[in-house]
């Protein structure tokens, strides 16, 4: 049995949890940094990054999410929380976590696409996906060791890199489950290589 958390303290937490039980599997929302021991991997959920970070810090959840990440369990992060995991935000000094070698860029795709729907190419998860952004973020550059999963307009908005996982868009919103799925496979290989470590 595999248990998603979904990191709590602002943003579109609820339709992630239902996501990940319409996929069959355990949801939790994560409020408390003991939670993190209790699931096998985490969704950074779409909301502002700014505020997010606020929250973070104030109930000290920085440095047990890098440790999660660190310890190679598996994160998704949507939207605001692909924000989280780069390592370089434009026009900006620091990060948050800082777990993705990856730049991105807040807000880029300008006021008058303050949100628009666009169907997108995965790859390993569909050729036909409806995303939708909101105020979404996109990633310019990507290090080495990053996989970009999906372009839009020439901006990379979906990447992985080991048991990392981000898009620009919000998985959430729709009904369509591939994206989640995918991460969830994600952890249940991840299990399995950890088990093997221990
Ligand atoms: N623009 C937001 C930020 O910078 C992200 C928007 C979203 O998560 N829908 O944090």
Do not use: W
Not at 56 to 77: H, M, N, S, T, V
Not at 175 to 194: A, N, P
Request: proline share 3%; aromatic share 8%.
């Amino acid at each position: 049995m595999i248990t998603v958390g979904v990191l709590g303290l602002q943003g579109a937490v609820r339709e992630h949890i239902h996501s990940i039980e319409r996929s069959g599997h355990q949801a939790v929302v994560v409020k408390k940094v003991e939670q993190l021991n209790e699931i096998d991997g985490l969704i950074l959920p779409g909301g502002e990054s700014t505020t997010m970070r606020r929250l973070i810090d104030k109930y000290a959840f920085l440095e047990p999410l890098r440790q999660f990440g660190e310890a190679g369990k598996p994160i998704f992060g949507t939207c605001a929380g692909l924000i989280l995991l780069a390592n370089k935000i434009t026009n900006q000094e620091g990060y948050h976590l800082g777990l993705m070698d990856m730049t991105v860029t807040r807000n880029a795709f300008g006021r008058q696409k303050e949100s628009f729907e666009a169907t997108l190419q995965i790859e390993g998860v569909a050729d036909d996906y409806d995303a939708v952004f909101i105020r979404a973020p996109y990633i310019n550059a990507v290090g080495a060791g990053v996989n970009v999963l999906s372009t839009y307009q020439g901006a990379i908005v979906a990447a992985e890199e080991g048991p990392f996982l981000c898009a620009s868009f919000h998985p959430e919103l729709t009904k369509d489950d591939r994206l989640v799925q995918y991460f969830i496979k994600k952890i249940e290989e991840s299990k399995k290589h950890l088990q093997v470590k221990a």
